[in-house]
C-alpha cells in the first residue's frame, strides 16, 4: 500500500493546522505515507492566520488540546485560562516538532484541484505550484473558519489608509498609535479586538450591523486548583469531557427548566454562571436552546449586564441584542468589551440606523456621516464549513464536483464523507457537531476514526470506501431534524451561511450533541462500517 516515489503517497492531507498535523501522525502509526500540503508559511491553521490583537480561544486551554499524547500534555504547561494565539501558535509548533512532523508538510503550497481517478482508485491533487501528487486517500483538514468573508464594500480599493481583515493579519502586527481606526463588525473576532485597539489608538469607530451577546472571560493566569485537578485526573478529565454534548466541561448542562424557576433564583443561576464566565451561562437550564420564552431570560440577563456596564443609556440599547435568541449565533466571549464603550475615544455607530454605502478615500460613509479614518479593521467573519472545501476543485466520481453538488447546501454521511467521493475524508466537515464543539475534541475524534477506518480498509486490501447514499440522505434528514426544534434556526448565522450572500440557508453543523454523535460513529465502525460502501481493489 505504500507509494513513495515522489508525488505519490497513500494519502494527501490538505492543511496543516489542529487537524492535519494530528492526521499526519496517525497514519503515519498505521505504517502510511502523507504528506500535507498548507497554504501559510508556517504550521497552525486558525492560529496562524488569526493574529489580530486580542485574540485568545474561547475554551479553557487545558480542554481545548490534543489529549493523545499524555507526554504532551505533561510537558505542556499553559499559562493562561484562554490561551493567546501566539501561545496557541507556539503549542502547535511545538507539536510538529516533537512528532517530527514537518518533514512531511510542505508550507506556501495550496491544493487548487483534487480529482479521483475511478481507473486507479487514487485522487490526483494539484497545487499552485504546478505540482502534481497522487494519494490513495485525500483528507480536507481545512478548517471550518479559514475562507475570509468576501469583503466586498464599493470604493474600498480608494482607501489611502491601511486596511486589514482580523483572518488575514499581518505577522509584525499593526502599530495603532496616533491612528483614528475604524472597526466593521461585532462579532467574536472584533469583539476580542476592539478593547485592545481601543487601548492604544487615537479614537475607534465600530461599525456595527446586529449586536452581538458577549460574556466575560474573566481570563487570569490558570486556576491551580484546576491545574492540579487535571495533572491529577487527566485520563479521567478527559473520558468525562468526551461524554459531554459539547466537548467541554465548562458547559454542565442545567436539568431544571428556566420557566418552572423563580425570577430570583433564575437570576442567582445566572449571575454564578456568569461569574464563571464563558459558555457556561448557556448551560442554565434544560430549555435555553429550545424554548425562547426560556432563552428569553437569559438573554434579558445579559441585556440587563450590557446595562448596567455601558453608562450611555443609548449606547447600551444599541449594544444589546434583541433580534436573534442568546445562543443561536455563536457567544462571544470578551475581555473588557462593553465597558470599552465607555471610553471617551471609542465611538458606536449602528447601521441599522444608517447603513454602510461605501469606503471612500478617507474613511467610511453611511447614509447619515463621513467617518474619518487612517486604518480599517475588517472584521467581518468568514464562508464557514464550506468555504475552504469550495476553494479547491474537488470532483469525484464521473468527474462530478463537490461545490456544484452541494449549490443547496452540504450534504455529508457523518460529516465524514460525501457519497460519490470515494476515499475522500473531511474532518469535522458539515454534518458532523465541528463549530458547536471544542473543535480540539471533534478534531481528535474526526481523525482516530478516519485514520481507523483507513486501517480498516487497507487490512482487508480494499481499494476505496464512500458512503452510501442512502446512508447519506438519512443523515442529512436527521441533522435537519434535531436542528429544527431548537434555537438555531431563528438567528441569521454563519453556522446557517447567512452571512454570505448568496450562500444557501441550510443549518451546517449537528446539533444531536458531541458524545450521541461519537457514540454513532464508533457504532457505525463496530457495524463493519455501516452505511458506507467498499470496493475490492483489482489493480
Ligand atoms: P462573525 O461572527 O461572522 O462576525 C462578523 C461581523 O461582521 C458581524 O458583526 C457581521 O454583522 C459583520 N459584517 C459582515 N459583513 C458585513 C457587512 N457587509 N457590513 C457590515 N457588517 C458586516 O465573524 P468573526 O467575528 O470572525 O467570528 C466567526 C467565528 O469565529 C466565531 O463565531 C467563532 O466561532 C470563531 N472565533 C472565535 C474566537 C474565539 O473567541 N476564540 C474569536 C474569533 C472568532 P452581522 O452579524 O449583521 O452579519
Redesign the pocket.
Known sequence: MNGTEQGSYDAVIVGAGFSGLYMLHKLRGLGLSARIYEAGTGVGG?WYW?RYPG?????ESQEYSYSFSPELEDEWVWSER?ATQPELLRYLNHVADRFDLRRDIQLETRVVTAHFNEGTNRWTATTDRGETITARYCVMATG??SVP?D???PGMETFQGKSWH??SWPRDGVDFKGQRVAV?????????SIPVIAAEADHVTV??????FSIPAHNGPVDAEISADWKANRAQRRKEQRETGFGSLMITPGETLALEDTPESRQANYQARWDVGGFALLGGYADLIVDTDANDTAAEFVRGKIREIVKDPVVAEKLAPKSFPIGS??I??DTGYYDTFNRDNVSLVD?RDEA?EAITTTGVRTTAANYEADTIV?????D?MTGALGKVDIRGRGGESLKAGWEDGPRTYLGLMVAGFPNLFLVTGPGSPS?LCNMAVAIEQHVEWISDCIGWVGARQMGAIEATAAAQDAWVEHVNEVAEPTIFPLA???YLG??VPGKPRVFMPYIGGFSTYRDKCNEVAANGYEGFAVSSDAR
Not at 475588517?378 to 468568514?382: K, V
Request: one cysteine or more.
Open positions: 486558525t488569526n485574540a485568545r480561544v474561547d475554551i484562554y471550518c473558519l468573508n469583503a466586498s464594500f482580523t483572518n466593521i463588525g461585532t462579532g467574536s473576532s472584533a469583539i476580542q461599525f456595527q450591523r446586529t449586536p452581538n449565533k455563536r462571544c466571549v447601521l454602510l475588517y472584521a467581518i467573519g468568514f464557514a463549530v441569521n448565522s454563519w447567512a452571512n
